[in-house]
C-alpha cells in the first residue's frame, strides 16, 4: 500500500480556471510561459499545466512514482525519493545525461535548453512547504477539491468512495494506484485516463525492475566469465606449450638418429 | 618519411580541413549558446545524433576486445597481425565517445561527477564505469607499440607479463557495457517500437557488435593496404569473415525465435517508416552479407569480403540509429533530425578520429609485417629488434 503523502486530482471535479497552474507558478517563480494557461505544456518554466479535452480537464505534473524511473536510472544520484513521497532533484549533483527525460514513463521531466547550466526542471510537490506542516500551492489554490493534498490512505479512501457514490460519473479505475508500480499522484476520470492524454497501458509493476533484471545478471556474468577466461588462458597456453616440447623433441630425435646414420657411416 | 608531405593539398585534406573548421565553430557555439540553439533536441526527445553516434563509436571498436581475447586468451595466434589495428581502433572509437559524450551533456564540467556520486542502480552509472575502466585498459594495451617504437626494453617486459590481467579485465569490461548499451532502453517499453524493443536487447547489443566490429577491422584492413600500399592477408581476413557469417547467423536465430515466442511477427506486417526501416536494416545487416560469407570463394574474394564488410557496417548503424533515433521517434510525437552544428561537429570529431588512426599508424608499429608475428611467438627477442628497425 501507498504510504507517505501526496496528490490526488479528480477530473471530474476540475472546472479548468487554471489556478493551480497560476499558484505553481508563483509558488516557483516561474515566469509567464503563455497567454493563454489552457494551451500551455509542460517545459523548463512550466511544472503543471490543466488541458482541455472536450468537456474535461486534465492536470499533468510529476506523478512522484514510488519507485521512481528518475531515480534508478540518474548515473550519480541526483534524483531521490524524500521521505513523505516527493521524487527531488539536485542540481549540483547534474551531469545533464538527461536519462531521467528519457526513461520517465510519463515524460515529465523537462531541461532548461536555453541556458548554458541547464537543469531538470519538475514538480517538487512543494517539499519545503510540507516540511514544514503546509500543503502543496496547486492543492490550496483549488477552488473545487479537484485536486486534494493529504496521506496517500486518506486520498485512496476518498478516491475510492467518490467511484462507489457516483459509479455513473466515474471511470472505476484510480490511476497511479499501480500503474509503473504505483505513484504519489492519483487521478480520477470519467473517461478512461488515455482519453485525457496519460500514458495508459502501463506495466503494473515497478519501471526499475526491467533494468534490475538485466543488472542483477552483471556479478554471475564477472564471476563466470572471469573464472572461464582465466581457464582459457592456462589450458590454451599449456597446449601449445606442449605442442612446441613434442616438436623440440621430435627435432632432438632426428637430430640423433641423423648423428647415429653419421656415426655408421 | 618526408616531414613536408603533410602541406601538400590534396581533396581529402582540404575537405578535411573545412569539415574541422566548421565543426570547431559549431562546438564554440554549442558550449557558448548551449543545447537548445545548437541542437535540435527537445524534451520528448532528449537524445539525438550524438548519443546514436556514442553508440557506433563503442560497437564498431568492439574488435579491440573479441580480437585480444582471441590471440592472447585463447592463443590462436594467426589473428596476431590484426591485434594491434584492432585495439587502435578501439582505442579511437572509445576517445570519439567520450569527446562526444562532453559535448553532449548539459553540464560537462561535472563530467566526473559518476566517480564519487555513485547511484549502482543506473545502467549509465555502470557503462561510465566500464568505458572509464576499458578505455585505462585499452591504453595499457597499447602501451607496448609505443614502448617498442622508443625501445624501452625493461618497461615492455613488465607489460608482457602482466598483460594477460589487462586482456581478461577488457573482455570482461567490454562485455558489459556492450550489451548494457542495449539495456538503456530496457526501461522504456512504451516508447521504444516494438520491432527494437526487447528484454534481449543487451543480448541483441552484444551479439551485434562482435560482428560489427570485426568487419571494421577487415574493412579498415582494406583501407590501410590501399593507403600504405601494402598486401592484405586475406587468409585472416576470410577467417574473420567467418566468425561474421556465425555471428550474424546466431543474431538472425535469436532475433527469429524472440519475434515468434514474443508475438512479435504482426509488426512486420503493419506498413510504416518504422516497418520498412526493419526490413532495410536486415537486409543490408544481415540477409545480403550471410549470403556473400556464406560462399567460401566469396569469402576468400578481395572485392565481396570488403563488400561484405561494408554491408555489415551499414547494418550495424542502421540498427543503432533505429534504437536511438527512429525507434523512438514515433512515441516522442515530434520528428527529431539532426542540427547542422550536431552534424558539424560529429564529422569534426569522426574526421579527427581518422585523422588520429592514420598519423599513430604512420608512425608506430601497428599494421607489423606478417612474418615476424609469426616468428614472434617462438623468439621474441629477435622480433623486437625487427619491429623497431620496420618502425623507422
Redesign the interface.
Known amino acids: 500500500m501507498l504510504k507517505g503523502k501526496g496528490i490526488l486530482f479528480d477530473a471530474n471535479l476540475c472546472i479548468g480556471c487554471g489556478a493551480c497552474y497560476e499558484a505553481c507558478k508563483e509558488k516557483n517563480n516561474l515566469p509567464k510561459t503563455n497567454t493563454e494557461y489552457l494551451k500551455d505544456h509542460?517545459?523548463g518554466n512550466t511544472f503543471t499545466v490543466v488541458e482541455q479535452y472536450g468537456n474535461n480537464y486534465a492536470r499533468k505534473l510529476c506523478m512522484h512514482c514510488d519507485e521512481p524511473?528518475c531515480v534508478?536510472?540518474?548515473?550519480?544520484?541526483?534524483f531521490k525519493k524524500n521521505e513523505f513521497g516527493a521524487v527531488l532533484y539536485d542540481e549540483n549533483?547534474?551531469?545533464?545525461?538527461?536519462?531521467c527525460?528519457?526513461?520517465c514513463?510519463h515524460?515529465v521531466?523537462?531541461?532548461?535548453?536555453?541556458?548554458?547550466?541547464?537543469r531538470v526542471r519538475k514538480c517538487n510537490m512543494c517539499s519545503d512547504r510540507i516540511e514544514a506542516g503546509g500543503i502543496t500551492a496547486c492543492a490550496e489554490a483549488c477552488p473545487t477539491e479537484a485536486t486534494l493534498f493529504g496521506d496517500m490512505e486518506k486520498l485512496v479512501a476518498v478516491a475510492k468512495k467518490r467511484l462507489q457514490n457516483n459509479p455513473s460519473k466515474y471511470y472505476q479505475h484510480i490511476y497511479g494506484i499501480e500503474e509503473a508500480g504505483g505513484s504519489h499522484v492519483l487521478i480520477i476520470s470519467p473517461v478512461p485516463f488515455e482519453q485525457l492524454g496519460y500514458?495508459s497501458?502501463?506495466?503494473n509493476k515497478p519501471?526499475?525492475e526491467?533494468?534490475?533484471?538485466?543488472?542483477d545478471k552483471?556479478p554471475p556474468?564477472?564471476a563466470v566469465?572471469?573464472v572461464f577466461?582465466?581457464g582459457?588462458?592456462w589450458l590454451?597456453?599449456r597446449?601449445?606449450q606442449i605442442a612446441?616440447e613434442e616438436r623440440k623433441l621430435s627435432v632432438k630425435h632426428e637430430t640423433i638418429k641423423a648423428d647415429e646414420v653419421n656415426h655408421e657411416e | 618519411m618526408k616531414n613536408n608531405d603533410i602541406f601538400k593539398p590534396t581533396f581529402w585534406k582540404v575537405v578535411s580541413v573545412i569539415i574541422i573548421i566548421i565543426g570547431a565553430y559549431s562546438t564554440y557555439y554549442r558550449?557558448?549558446?548551449?543545447?537548445?540553439?545548437s541542437t535540435n533536441?527537445?524534451?520528448?526527445s532528449?537524445?539525438g545524433l550524438w548519443i546514436g553516434f556514442d553508440f557506433l563509436g563503442v560497437g564498431l571498436a568492439a574488435a579491440g576486445f573479441t580480437i585480444a581475447?582471441t590471440v592472447?586468451?585463447?592463443?590462436?595466434h594467426k589473428f596476431e597481425p590484426i591485434v594491434r589495428p584492432a585495439i587502435l581502433t578501439a582505442f579511437i572509437g572509445y576517445s570519439l565517445v567520450v569527446c562526444l559524450l562532453i559535448v553532449?551533456?548539459?553540464?560537462?564540467e561535472?563530467?566526473w561527477?559518476?566517480l564519487v556520486?555513485?547511484?549502482v542502480?543506473?545502467?549509465?552509472?555502470?557503462i561510465?564505469w566500464c568505458i572509464i575502466c576499458y578505455s585505462t585498459v585499452l591504453i595499457l594495451e597499447f602501451a607496448p607499440v609505443v614502448l617498442e617504437k622508443f625501445k624501452l626494453t625493461k618497461p615492455l617486459k613488465v607489460f608482457k607479463k602482466i598483460s594477460?590481467v589487462f586482456v581478461?579485465a577488457g573482455?570482461?569490461f567490454s562485455?558489459?557495457h556492450q550489451?548494457?548499451f542495449g539495456?538503456?532502453y530496457?526501461?522504456?517499453?512504451?516508447?521504444l517500437h516494438p520491432l527494437w524493443y526487447s528484454?534481449l536487447l543487451?543480448v541483441h547489443f552484444f551479439i551485434s557488435c562482435i560482428g560489427a566490429g570485426l568487419s571494421m577491422i577487415i574493412f579498415e584492413s582494406f583501407l590501410n593496404a590501399r593507403a600504405f600500399n601494402t598486401g592484405i592477408r586475406i587468409n585472416i581476413l576470410s577467417s574473420a569473415a567467418f566468425v561474421v557469417l556465425i555471428d550474424l547467423i546466431i543474431g538472425f536465430l535469436l532475433k527469429l525465435v524472440e519475434f515468434i515466442s514474443a508475438g512479435k511477427l504482426i509488426y512486420l506486417t503493419i506498413p510504416s517508416t518504422e516497418t520498412y526501416l526493419f526490413y532495410l536494416e536486415i537486409l543490408i545487416g544481415t540477409f545480403l552479407p550471410v549470403y556473400i560469407l556464406s560462399y567460401k570463394k566469396f569469402r576468400e574474394d578481395k572485392k565481396w569480403l570488403f563488400i561484405s564488410s561494408v554491408l555489415v557496417i551499414s547494418g550495424f548503424i542502421l540498427n543503432r540509429m533505429n534504437v536511438s533515433i527512429t525507434g523512438l521517434a514515433a512515441s516522442s510525437g515530434r520528428n527529431y533530425i539532426p542540427s547542422f552544428d550536431e552534424i558539424s561537429i560529429t564529422m569534426m570529431l569522426v574526421v579527427l578520429a581518422m585523422f588520429a588512426f592514420r598519423l599513430v599508424v604512420k608512425n608506430f608499429p601497428v599494421f607489423t609485417d606478417e612474418e615476424n608475428f609469426i616468428k614472434n611467438?617462438?623468439n621474441e627477442k629477435e622480433i623486437k629488434s625487427k619491429q623497431i628497425i620496420i618502425s623507422e
Open positions: 509542460l517545459s524511473s534508478s536510472v540518474c548515473p550519480v544520484g541526483a549533483k547534474c551531469i545533464g545525461c538527461r536519462y527525460m528519457q526513461a514513463p515524460k521531466p523537462r531541461y532548461e535548453w536555453n541556458k548554458t547550466q541547464p500514458t497501458k502501463l506495466p519501471m526499475p526491467l533494468t534490475m533484471q538485466a543488472m552483471i556474468v564477472v566469465g572471469g577466461l582465466t582459457m588462458y590454451t597456453k597446449k601449445n612446441r | 558550449f557558448s549558446q548551449g543545447l537548445g540553439a533536441l527537445y524534451d520528448t532528449p537524445w581475447a592472447h586468451i585463447f592463443h590462436i553532449d551533456l548539459g553540464r560537462p561535472n563530467f561527477h559518476p556520486m555513485w547511484n542502480h543506473s545502467v549509465m552509472f555502470e561510465t594477460i581478461i573482455v570482461l562485455t558489459l550489451s548494457s539495456s538503456l530496457l526501461i522504456v517499453p512504451g516508447r528484454s543487451p611467438t617462438d
